[in-house]
Structures are given as structure tokens and as C-alpha cells.
């Protein structure tokens, strides 16, 4: 029913869908329905995330959401340029992050940033790094709205 070509939303891995509590790594609350409504609306989840591949593909594993990434960008220092390659595949392309250097690199990569404040971050300090809005919560919607709002952003539509 959702199904375009053109929309994919970018998640961080740690502080956005994962927090870590004594060395483990647990979902953020709401993380796990996000994610399967991301799917079920079939827009691809993109992980952006500077920790190794296998560290995050474990953790994935363990966590059961591994079937529900599309795409996991591993040790990326350079989130500009991967979010620029990405919005040429996916001119829908919406980020949500959980600290000012991803909403700055979203923002600078022309990509709609969202700030997401649940992990710990205060929202003032993603709003002033340039976030759309904060989201304090993960939801089934979350995917569906944040790439519809990239739709009315890029279109000029002020919404």
C-alpha cells in the first residue's frame, strides 16, 4: 500500500534504537514496533552507526531485529557523505538521531533530520543542532511520518 522506491528512513544505532545498560545492549522502548511498522509500510530502516559491523549484526541478532534493517552503514566517520550517497538513492530520505553531530550531518547532507530525545539527549540541544522536530518516543508510525513530512518539506509544502 506504502510501497515507493523513493523513501527509506536512517536510525542511529546507539542512543536512537539501542541503550546499553551495564555492557548490554537493550532496544530503546518503542524501538521494536518502529521497526516493524517501517516494514509493514515497506520503507527501508538504514543503521548509520559508527560501531563495527559485527558488533551491531550481533547485537541485531540478539536483539531479534535483524530481519527488520535494510541496510547497515558500519564504522561511518563520515555521515555527510553517506547520508549525501543515500538521499541520491532515496530522495525521500529522513533521519532520526540522537545527538547534534547526526542532526548537523543529516542537515548538511540535505536530508530531514529528527531529533530523538528518549535516549537521553535533551531536545533543546537537538533542536538548536538544526532537528525538524523531537521525538521523545518510537512508534509503529514513526517511518510513514517522518518520510512524509521529507515528502512536504522538499516540496516547499509547509505542511
Known amino acids: 500500500m506504502y510501497d515507493d522506491p523513493n523513501r527509506a528512513v536512517v536510525l542511529g544505532w546507539s542512543g536512537t534504537l539501542v541503550q546499553y545498560h551495564?555492557?548490554?545492549?537493550?532496544?530503546?522502548?518503542?524501538?521494536?514496533?518502529?521497526?516493524?511498522?517501517?516494514?509493514?509500510?515497506?520503507?527501508?530502516?538504514i543503521?548509520?552507526?559508527?560501531?563495527?559491523?559485527r558488533e551491531v549484526a550481533s547485537q541485531a541478532?540478539?536483539?531479534?531485529v535483524a530481519d527488520r534493517l535494510s541496510i547497515v552503514i558500519p564504522s561511518?566517520?563520515?555521515?555527510?557523505?553517506?547520508?549525501?550517497?543515500?538521499?541520491?538513492?532515496?530522495?525521500?530520505?529522513?533521519?532520526?538521531?540522537?545527538?547534534?553531530?547526526?542532526?548537523?550531518?543529516?542537515?548538511?547532507?540535505?536530508?530531514l533530520a529528527f531529533g530523538f530525545s528518549g535516549g537521553g539527549r535533551a531536545g533543546r540541544l537537538l533542536?538548536?543542532?538544526?532537528?525538524?522536530?523531537?521525538?521523545?518516543?518510537?512508534?509503529?508510525?514513526?517511518?510513514?511520518r517522518i518520510t512524509e513530512q521529507r515528502l512536504f518539506t522538499a516540496s516547499g509544502d509547509p505542511g
Open 22 to 45: 551495564r555492557g548490554r545492549a537493550r532496544l530503546v522502548p518503542g524501538a521494536d514496533t518502529a521497526l516493524s511498522g517501517a516494514r509493514l509500510a515497506s520503507i527501508p530502516v
Open 127 to 144: 533542536r538548536a543542532a538544526g532537528a525538524e522536530a523531537v521525538l521523545s518516543k518510537l512508534d509503529r508510525s514513526l517511518a510513514l
Open 76 to 111: 561511518s566517520r563520515d555521515r555527510v557523505t553517506e547520508l549525501a550517497k543515500l538521499r541520491v538513492e532515496y530522495p525521500r530520505l529522513a533521519l532520526v538521531g540522537s545527538t547534534e553531530e547526526e542532526i548537523v550531518a543529516a542537515r548538511s547532507a540535505g536530508v
Open 47 to 53: 543503521v548509520l552507526t559508527e560501531q563495527p559491523l
Open 61 to 64: 541478532r540478539g536483539l531479534r
